[in-house]
């Protein structure tokens, strides 16, 4: 969980470097990101972000310019910004040596060229441990001097760093899970955090809350066996990890304490191939099932309950004839179930209203008769 200091995070790194006006005037990389007001300088700077282990940062600084012209040749002096040190300087050139300044804010690169397509520079930037998301250290700068007695300048520029929010997948490696258990992690509040298998599917979903940290509960039922799963933070793919599931045989669905209704339907997760049953408290099946290929399992209700609360066990069997009885808890079964009203076959029905004519046909001939006798 994060506090309000940055236990771990990234940093966001960029800034701009340029030489004197009088150089040629570059030719940047098309991928390169460079305001119009430094078009005009002979070596550029372009933006560059990374991230890397708690408390630093990995930075590529590119100085770039494929125009032979414009590459400059000398000492590289680069400076962190204050409130942070260097943890590593790296040019992607050989025979060269870094020096460090013993607090590790300055360091200093052996003569080398810069410009006229060399020159790439990689900076890893360790942070205060009170830090804060969005905290901002600016002042580091970059500086190119010549070879020369007095050394003057070709070329400097700043660069700051800004803390941002960390992205981690926090469910320790080789967890054992079951169906109730959450991944979790942090990331940038309001960020959308997907949860991957190897195969690619989508196995969880969650957003990260205000206080940074993020909970994403398994979207359907997952099957027990070895698995691998990844977290995808603000389009980051996190590295993966493995995991087990274990599932505790258990009815996901409906809950404990649910009113049952007419015909109910049971779900939950085991081993493929095993059955499972439902009986109540004496011992009577209410459902029963065999576990699907995925690890599913759903059983309809066939076996009657009394009205009023039942206490129902989960019985397992898996493929070896191995048993496992679990109390699920207290359901409740009410008498409003729809009563079938009985429908009369017509032919019945018929016979009963021909009867029923005459009868009353009787009746009227009968008195009739009487009347006609008193006359």
Known sequence: MITSALAAGAIAFAGLLAAPAAHATPNPSPTTSVSAAVRAAALTLPTATGSAAPGMVAGWINIYDPTPANQVRGYLTVTAPPGTTFDRVSVNMSSITIDYSDDRRTATVSISSYGGGAGTIQIKLLIPGSAKPLDEFPGGTVSITSEAAGGSLLASGAFSATASWPRAFSTPENSELNQSSAFTGVG??????????????????????????????????????????????????????????????????????SVLEPNQVFTGVGEPGSTVAITDGKGNVVAEATV????????????????????????????????????????????????????????????????????????????????????
């Not at 070895?226 to 590295?239: G, Y």
């Not at 066939?302 to 048993?323: A, C, H, I, N, Q």
């Open 188 to 257: 940038k509040p309001g960020a959308a955090v997907l949860i991957k298998n190897e195969h690619g599917d989508v196995i969880a979903t969650t957003t990260v809350q205000a206080d940074g940290t993020w909970s994403a509960s398994l979207a359907h039922p997952f099957p027990d066996g070895t698995f691998t799963a990844t977290a995808v933070v603000e389009n980051v793919t996190l590295p993966a990890k493995h995991f087990t599931m274990k599932n505790t045989f258990q009815i996901l669905t409906p809950v404990a304490g």
């Open 292 to 375: 699907s290929p995925d690890g599913t399992w759903s059983a309809t209700q066939t076996g009657t309950l009394p009205s009023g609360p039942s206490e129902l066990f989960l019985t397992s069997t898996s493929v070896g004839g191995v048993s496992e009885t679990t109390p699920q808890g207290t359901f409740v079964t009410t008498d409003e179930t729809p009563v079938d009203t009985p429908v009369l076959d017509t032919t019945i029905a018929g016979g009963i209203a021909m009867a029923a004519l005459a009868a009353a046909g009787t009746l009227l001939l009968s008195r009739r008769r009487s009347a006609a006798l008193r006359g």
